[in-house]
């Protein structure tokens, strides 16, 4: 016993070694070893402030200005997305801010002081048409109208940015113009030399800065859009506003419709259209990818670069990264001469997602040492006899339910949950929280129907399943509940030393402010009552031979029959997304469904299945230690929780 314990103790102590090993690597690639000084701030705004990340070479001084950039992230996105942009600009001698938006990271400001509007556009901007009803009146909740004018900026003309009713889209760059005017005023800022970058979200909010500086002393000298929508010059003031250097990276497989201007698959057919090639400022017969056209000294450059990836890796694709260097550097002559294929900030990436899953794995060996002592022994329980367990037709039977049920109604409740789903705003303040909010909701009423005709079921043939013990249930949620502690507070201890906190990209395992831990505790009973029912479903009532069959080969076969019941769903509508992009048809659900079910909830499956995988072993891996699905649903929840409250857009 006393060796076991020993060997849990040195590897969770190895896990967090090694991790803050690869944490301390990372920082030394942000900081490029020393000529990097970072900065956290915040900016007043109005209705509260905008939090920032700030990448300051030493070399920028008073004496000796450097020219300066915007990095503005996406949608359930902050500001460490931008992080490879930064980290590249930085190395090369310019000053980086990388904003937190309205509504994401701990700016304190929501999303709702966008702004929105009673109308909708399903087409470009500018390409619409009240008579062919691709320009029309909607109503719904105010997340659902925000939503739906993404692409509907601020310095549109009336006939958009307006409505009858007193609505408008307030700011569209989502807090961007005021940082924007806050970098200029840095004394080691070169005001002169200035330029705008954002990926997806962000480039509407990047074409919205470069709109309200446009003609000024501070105007960008470049814009590089990461996965951006183009709009006709007759939507704005096309006499007052002049967009300097624009750069559009182009992803292959863009999920989104409107970066791909509502085609389905990007090629020359894109390129070609009259909305590309006047962007280029060439004709149809001469238009080509990866090639500039006009002018850096007019500020009349304007380029396509045709990305082979999707629309969320696009920010740390390093062709995409080498063009945007080359871009920055004759728009605004970045300092230091660095070949644009020399990019190191994808290897800061790969550490802190090593990082990352060493913590989330120390939590196996951390379980097993609570789990030897007096107060939570108690949990450990005998497995349900073997008896109760159903026979293989009825395995296969629910196995395929599950499956489905999942996988089926995952494009359609995620949507309405997202956006029309009738919640109090004020209470569920989190939108893709409100997708899956309305996905569990509805397997939750399933699963409570068919538990109760299992439960009926058994009954009728003499077997039981096991009761809650609340005892047991109590002491299992406070263990999960240490598990979660620990791994925050390791997490806020990275932040503190390194500014870097969990993740891969993509925000997972960030910090709460106050008002996104209220909404952790808004969202978390949901939650942690579909993971318990999820769970006993797949580890008890689905549960095979392989459940009682000790060592790792059992282990494995366990697992697998668990991811598959718990991902199965999902792999399907990967494969149906994607199968039919990949061979040049378009994104499945566009296909198949139409445009309203793709994007935000088919790219974000990139991110669900690889958390589905970690759980399905977080929760066989308890099960198989305690006998009950407690512990390692109430984990599971808690974690997915914290990944949707900590780092996602709130209202």
């Known amino acids: 016993m006393k060796d076991k314990k020993k060997a849990n103790l040195i590897v969770c102590a190895l896990c967090v070694l090694l991790a803050t090993v690869f944490m301390f690597l990372a920082d030394g690639i942000q900081r490029n070893h ?4 970072i900065i956290d701030g915040t900016i007043p705004a109005e209705d509260g402030y905008l939090t920032y990340k700030m990448y300051k070479p030493v070399t920028a001084l008073e ?22 942009y930064a980290i590249e600009l930085a190395r090369r001698g310019a000053v980086v801010l990388c904003l937190d938006e309205y509504g994401h990271g701990a700016s304190s ?11 909708v556009v399903k087409v470009n901007y500018g390409n619409d048409s009240e008579a062919e009803g691709t320009y029309k009146k909607i109503g719904g909740s105010k997340r659902y109208r925000i939503l739906m004018n993404f692409s509907n900026l601020s310095f549109f003309n009336d006939h958009y940015s307006k409505d009858d009713a007193g609505n408008a889209i307030l700011d569209s760059s989502c807090g961007g113009s005021i940082a924007y005017k806050y970098l200029s005023t840095l004394p080691y800022v070169d005001s002169s030399r200035m330029a705008v970058s954002g990926h997806s979200m962000g480039t509407w909010s990047s074409w919205s800065v470069a709109a309200d500086y446009a003609g000024t002393d501070i105007q960008p000298k470049a814009i590089v859009l990461q996965c951006g929508e183009l709009f006709t010059d007759d939507v704005y003031n096309s006499d007052k506003i002049k967009f300097s250097n ?6 292959k497989y863009d999920e989104f419709s409107y970066f791909r201007d509502y085609q389905k698959t990007v090629g020359d057919n894109l390129l070609k259209s009259d909305l590309r090639t006047s962007f280029l400022g060439t004709t149809a017969a001469e238009a080509e990818w990866n090639k500039t056209y006009g002018s850096f000294d007019d500020g009349s450059a304007r380029r396509m670069e045709l990305l082979y990836t999707n629309h969320r890796l696009t920010t740390h694709h ?17 300092p230091v001469k660095l070949a644009d294929t020399d990019l190191v900030a994808k290897g800061k990436e790969y550490l802190v997602l090593g990082a990352m899953l060493l913590i989330l794995a120390s939590l196996f060996p951390l379980m097993n040492l609570l789990l030897e002592t007096p107060f939570f022994s108690g949990v450990k329980q005998e497995f349900p006899s073997k008896e109760s367990m159903t026979t293989k037709k009825g395995w296969t039977k629910g196995a395929l339910i599950t499956i489905l049920l999942s996988g089926l109604t995952f494009p359609f409740m995620t949507q309405l949950g997202h956006a029309l789903l009738p919640l109090p705003e004020g209470v569920f303040r989190m939108t893709v929280g409100n997708g899956f909010l309305g996905w569990y909701l509805l397997l939750i009423i399933v699963m409570l129907i068919t538990g109760a005709i299992t439960r009926k079921n058994l009954k009728k043939s003499g077997l039981t399943i096991e009761q809650i013990d609340w005892s047991v249930f109590f002491k299992s949620l406070l263990l999960a509940l240490v598990l979660m502690v620990y791994m925050y507070i390791v997490n806020l201890i990275y932040c503190w030393l390194f500014d870097l906190d969990l993740r891969f990209i993509w925000p997972f395992f960030r910090p709460f402010t106050a008002k996104r831990f209220l909404q952790f505790l808004v969202y978390i009973p949901v939650f942690i009552i579909f993971y318990l029912l999820n769970n006993s479903k797949i580890m008890r009532d689905l549960r095979t031979d392989a459940t009682y069959e000790e060592g790792t080969k059992g282990f494995l076969k366990n697992w697998l029959n668990n991811f598959l019941l718990m991902a199965g769903g999902v792999l399907i509508i990967v494969l149906i997304e994607y199968i039919p992009f990949f061979a040049n048809i378009g994104p499945g659900a566009d296909v198949l469904f139409g445009s309203t079910f793709g994007g935000p909830f088919m790219s974000i499956l990139i991110l669900f299945v690889p958390q589905v995988m970690f759980f399905s072993i977080l929760c066989t891996y308890a099960y198989r230690k305690t006998g009950r699905a407690y512990t390692g649903a109430c984990l599971a929840a808690m974690l997915a929780c914290w990944i949707v409250t900590g780092g996602s857009s709130i209202l």
């Open 109 to 119: 400001v929501g999303l709702l002081r966008r702004g929105y509007v009673n109308h």
């Open 318 to 334: 390093l062709g995409g990264l080498a063009v945007a260097m080359d871009w920055f550097d004759k728009a605004i002559d970045l």
């Open 63 to 84: 004496s000796v200005k450097a020219p300066a950039v915007l990095l503005l992230h996406g949608y359930q996105n902050d500001h460490e997305t931008c992080a490879a």
């Open 246 to 251: 624009v750069l559009l990276l182009q992803a």
């Open 34 to 37: 020393g000529t990097i000084e």
